[in-house]
């Protein structure tokens, strides 16, 4: 058995869009969004299950970076502040884009991605 990608952030955000999809369906009564809500769950489930897991943590990356980043820098500024000063850096991991949190200021450091285990150097 190959292993199973699972939920994350984006399979989380698809189920949610596909329960609002399907309240509001069943309010205006239409079909067509009544199917596009069980195309998302039918697509969430196929993520979860699949076992491609580095394409599948790629699009959770873009997921994050191009829905979650900027609703965060809208609601959380605090957040953004914080992430400056306490002496980290976040890079993304060359082989499957996962974001990795760096010590500042130490030079050439050796990071281990906790998702891919690849090895890989990192400026810091
Ligand atoms: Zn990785």
Not at 63 to 88: A, C, Q, R, W
């Amino acid at each position: 058995m190959q292993k199973k990608y699972g939920i994350d952030e984006y399979g989380i955000f698809l189920v949610w869009i596909a329960i609002v999809a399907v309240l509001v369906a069943y309010f205006i009564k239409s079909t067509l969004l009544n199917g596009i809500s069980s195309f998302i769950v039918i697509y969430a489930i196929f993520r979860t299950m699949s076992t491609n897991i580095l394409k599948r943590s790629q699009e959770n990356q873009i997921f994050l970076e191009s829905v979650i980043d900027p609703i965060k820098g809208i609601f959380g500024k605090d957040h953004k502040d914080k992430s400056k000063d306490d002496g980290f850096k976040y890079i993304s991991c060359p082989s499957c884009g996962q974001r990795l949190r760096i010590p500042k200021n130490k030079g050439k450091i050796k990071v281990r991605c906790p998702k891919c285990k690849e090895k890989f150097d990192a400026k810091s």
